[in-house]
């Protein structure tokens, strides 16, 4: 998919699409070891979303780890599904996303509703005070994108792996082995750092526009209740000034983290 493509999509997404999560749907959570599992990546609201062709100008990195290491998530230009890894041993495997930069221009009033949206308010603080809130938002963004995936019986290690995103979503306990209304604690990074006060949405399929939301406190943890046992999408956006403002004002990265119980 070209930027023009991408961003021919975005116009044609209702206004309170515009703050758009982008996720994994793999062929399988569950792949038997030496299964091959197909990689879909989607982009929408509330678990319904528009396919995402592989695009090697936009990709940064598309990997595979697990018991038996990292491996490349094999696919061509255009491919939908966007990839697709063979599970080795048994295990729990992290699928992981991460793309290019992108370039978007939208109108101020939309700007700010996605802001508000994503917990954001620090940038439209900014704006006010700096008076750009009238002018459009001119902002480079990009995606930080995570699946786990469980092969075989007893595996409990690799939930919490870093894969080296600039924005990483990390849960503290296994999401796997929670029962229905107990807590699931993830940290939020920033290019290898705890960041605070952040954001952090869960998703359910069972209720799609339900959101169970905290920040991240000083140790870039928060602590989220999940009231029952699902497919769960977890979500942050992080916004700060760009470095080129010739290029952009802002940069964005948006992480998600998804997991399905069996």
């Known amino acids: 998919m070209s930027e023009l493509r991408f961003l021919l999509l975005l116009c044609a997404l209702p206004v309170a699409a515009v703050a758009h999560d982008f996720w994994f749907?793999?062929?399988?959570?569950?792949?038997?070891?030496?299964?091959?599992?197909?990689?879909?990546?989607?982009?929408g609201d509330d678990f319904v979303g528009e396919k995402y062709p592989r695009d090697e100008e936009l990709l940064d990195q598309f990997v595979l780890a697990g018991p038996p290491g990292w491996q490349n998530v094999a696919g061509n230009?255009?491919?939908?599904?966007?990839?697709?890894?063979?599970?080795?041993?048994a295990g729990l495997y992290l699928a992981g996303y991460r793309s290019k930069p992108m370039f978007i221009e939208l109108e101020a009033a939309k700007f700010?509703?996605?802001?508000?949206?994503?917990?954001?308010?620090?940038a439209i603080r900014s704006r006010h005070a700096h008076g750009e809130n009238a002018r459009p938002g001119r902002e480079l963004f990009s995606r930080c994108?995570?699946?786990?995936?469980?092969?075989?019986?007893?595996?409990?290690?690799?939930?919490?792996?870093?894969?080296?995103?600039?924005?990483?979503?990390?849960?503290?306990?296994?999401?796997?082995?929670?029962?229905?209304?107990?807590?699931?604690?993830?940290?939020?990074?920033?290019?290898?750092?705890?960041?605070?006060?952040?954001?952090?949405t869960a998703i359910s399929t069972n209720n799609p526009t339900r959101r169970i939301q905290g920040r991240t406190d000083a140790s870039g943890r928060v602590d989220l209740k999940l009231p029952e046992r699902s497919t769960w999408l977890v979500k942050t956006v992080h916004i700060f000034p760009a470095a080129d403002p010739k290029r952009a004002d802002w940069e964005s990265l948006w992480a998600t983290y998804i997991f399905s119980q069996p």
Request: aromatic fraction near 8%; charged fraction near 20%.
């Open 25 to 43: 749907e793999p062929s399988s959570f569950t792949p038997a070891p030496g299964q091959r599992v197909e990689f879909r990546l989607r982009i």
């Open 77 to 89: 230009n255009g491919d939908e599904p966007a990839g697709h890894a063979t599970a080795g041993d």
């Open 112 to 122: 700010e509703q996605y802001l508000w949206k994503e917990g954001l308010e620090h």
């Open 145 to 200: 994108a995570k699946a786990l995936l469980v092969s075989g019986a007893g595996a409990t290690n690799g939930y919490d792996r870093a894969l080296g995103f600039r924005l990483e979503i990390i849960p503290a306990k296994n999401p796997l082995a929670l029962a229905a209304g107990d807590t699931l604690p993830v940290t939020v990074s920033f290019e290898a750092k705890p960041i605070s006060n952040l954001l952090v």
